[in-house]
Structures are given as structure tokens and as C-alpha cells.
């Protein structure tokens, strides 16, 4: 299981049925062909436009059986619990590998922000259901400390170890977007270069969709908004991109007039306190939309515009609450190209 604990959720505008769905074009001889399951503790929906249905949904699940094999904590045996009570480290395969280098860059490039080794730190705020709530020390918090940090982390040759004994890492933060594009590389594999892949909200669109326009996709808000409030939604328009969303109300706990988040700040170890409700990403592969949504729900609005900025591929919608308790959002320019506008 990987959760990211989204209530802001990426929807389909289209219908999405159970199981297998085919339709036809009437104008040509290609068929949209529709894949659903349950993988990694949520579903998924891939849709692809082919003269034929070539994927079986066996063909699906034993790949996420793979991926689970390196990367679920809720797999005994998989490579990231062997690596965690490892004192040193394990050898690795290609999904662990992949995910934990590119993890590294992006937490070099948020300043720490995004960092999969953080996992104790949302331990020790009760965030875990295992756990007792409480708020931790000071000093418990410098010694959880000294074990955080990509710094601690190294990949020689087919092996990935760790300089400190007592880190760990956890990928939920990455793990679903990283699978998103395991999928479509199934997918081109086989030929097909019109899809739309969809796991757990994270969303890569390739080609067009049967009308030949690009993919419409629709981020939506849920339980965030009071009942006053409107909803602030969004459709865009996709071809060739992944868009992922992070963020949640339901993981912020109340005490008095402030509300403590559940995304913790992996430089401190201390909640996010920046107003930040939820962080959409469009990116050019899931895996980096995802890692960098989880990013900026740290860094804060204007840091997170800053950096985005400075890519070339890179876009970010947030949506964010007011002191006086409404919500508001906001775009860079590269995020807002993709917007339909209603009329």
C-alpha cells in the first residue's frame, strides 16, 4: 500500500467503469479499451486507443506485483523493509534503484523539502495509526534528526546503503507516480501510443483521446470546503504529461484556532505550518510530478512558484487557506496553459 493521504483527488471527466470496457469509433477502426483494479492500497484505470485489445489485466497486476516487491512497506520481504532493518544497505533492483536516485536529486533541488528518509519523524507525531499521539521533545527530535536526510544515502553500483544505521526510507511519496510511468512504458512496449494511465489520482495522458483531441482531465476539491465555500475546480487539458496532486484537510488536526498538519517538514521534524492545502504538479513523467507536489506542499507558495519557474517543464496549481479561514489557489504561468476555461 503507498498513501500519500490525498483528499484532493485528479478525476476523469469521462465515465469510469468497472472492469473491461470497449468502444468503438464509429469513424475509424480504432477501439478505446478500459483496464480497472486495485493495486497498492487504491485503484487504478488505464485507457488506450488500439486497433485491437492487446493488454491483459494479468499483464497489469504482475507488474505491480513487482513494484510492491521492491517498494511497499506493507510487503515483509520486500527490498525497502530489508533495506530499513539493514544496518547498511541491500542490492538493489531497478525499481528501488530508480525511485531512490531520483528521490536524491529532487530533494537536493527542494533544499530537503522532499525527503524520503523522513518516515520517524511523522512516527513521532502520532501520524501513524500505530503510534500513541503525542507531541515529541525537543531533544527527541534532534536525535530522530541525526538520522534523517538523502545525505545519508548512496547507490555504488547495484547496491544502495545508508552511512547511519537507525535510517530508513519510505517511497509512498513517489512510489504511486513511479508506477504511473512503469505502466505507460508497458504500454508503449506494445506499441500503443495513445493511453491515459491513472493510479490512486496520479495521471500520465500520451497521444489523443478517440475524438483526437488531447486528454481532459478534472482537479476537483472534496471534504476540504466549508459548506460556504465554493469548489475550486479545474480542468486541463493533456497530451504527453503527468499531472499529480498531494494534499489533505482530513490529515490536519485542530487545537483551538491553528491546525497542525500531517506533512511534516523533514528538515526540522516539526509540522508544516504554511497554509498550504493541497499542491497539483503538472511534470513531463509521473514520478518527478509526484515527488515535487510532496515538495512544495513544504516549501510554501512562493518558494514553490520560485522553483518552478526556473523549469522549463514544470507546473503548479495551489490551493491554499486564508486567515480568515476561506480558500484561495494559484498558478504559474506554465500550469495555467494547460486550463480549459469554461464559458
Not at 198 to 225: A, M, R
Not at 266 to 272: A, D, I, S, W
Not at 299 to 319: E, F, P, Y
Request: charged share 15%; net charge neutral.
Amino acid at each position: 500500500m503507498y498513501s500519500k493521504h490525498i483528499s484532493f483527488f485528479i478525476i476523469f471527466i469521462f465515465v469510469l467503469s468497472s472492469g473491461f470496457v470497449h468502444v468503438i469509433h464509429p469513424n475509424t477502426h480504432k477501439s478505446l479499451f478500459t483496464l480497472t483494479g486495485q493495486a497498492q492500497g487504491t485503484t487504478y484505470t488505464i485507457k488506450y486507443i488500439y486497433s485491437s485489445a492487446i493488454i491483459e489485466k494479468n499483464t497489469i497486476d504482475s507488474l505491480l506485483s513487482d513494484i510492491d516487491q521492491s517498494l511497499s512497506l506493507y510487503q515483509p520481504t520486500s527490498l525497502i523493509n530489508q533495506f530499513n532493518k539493514n544496518s547498511r544497505g541491500v542490492e538493489g533492483d531497478r525499481h528501488l534503484l530508480h525511485v531512490v536516485r531520483t528521490s536524491i536529486l529532487i530533494s537536493s533541488d527542494t533544499h530537503g523539502c522532499f525527503d524520503i528518509t523522513a518516515k520517524p519523524f511523522s512516527m513521532l507525531w502520532g501520524f501513524n495509526a500505530d503510534m500513541p499521539k503525542s507531541i515529541p521533545t525537543k531533544d527527541l527530535l534532534h536525535q530522530t534528526l541525526q538520522a534523517v536526510g538523502s545525505h545519508h544515502l548512496s547507490i555504488i553500483k547495484d547496491s544502495l546503503v545508508k552511512d547511519n544505521p537507525n535510517t530508513k526510507i519510505d517511497c509512498d511519496g513517489i512510489a504511486q507516480g513511479y508506477t504511473v510511468d512503469q505502466l505507460c512504458l508497458l504500454l508503449r512496449n506494445k506499441g500503443i501510443k495513445d493511453f491515459m494511465v491513472e493510479l490512486g489520482g496520479e495521471v500520465f495522458s500520451s497521444g489523443k483521446n478517440l475524438s483526437g483531441n488531447d486528454w481532459v482531465i478534472g482537479i476537483e476539491g472534496s471534504d476540504v470546503y466549508a459548506k460556504d465555500q465554493h469548489f475550486l475546480s479545474k480542468k486541463i487539458s493533456l497530451s504527453n504529461m503527468a499531472v499529480t496532486t498531494s494534499g489533505s484537510m482530513k490529515k490536519f488536526r485542530q487545537l483551538g484556532n491553528l491546525y497542525w498538519s500531517h506533512v511534516v517538514d523533514p528538515r526540522t521534524g516539526l509540522p508544516v505550518d504554511n497554509g498550504i492545502v493541497s499542491v497539483t504538479v503538472i511534470g513531463k513523467d509521473a514520478i518527478t510530478a509526484d515527488a515535487y507536489d510532496n515538495g512544495f506542499m513544504v516549501m510554501g507558495i512562493q518558494s514553490s512558484l520560485l522553483l518552478a519557474n526556473q523549469s522549463k517543464d514544470l507546473g503548479v496549481h495551489i490551493v491554499y487557506v486564508n486567515a480568515d479561514g476561506s480558500f484561495s489557489d494559484t498558478s504559474n504561468a506554465y500550469f495555467k496553459r494547460f486550463l480549459l476555461h469554461s464559458h
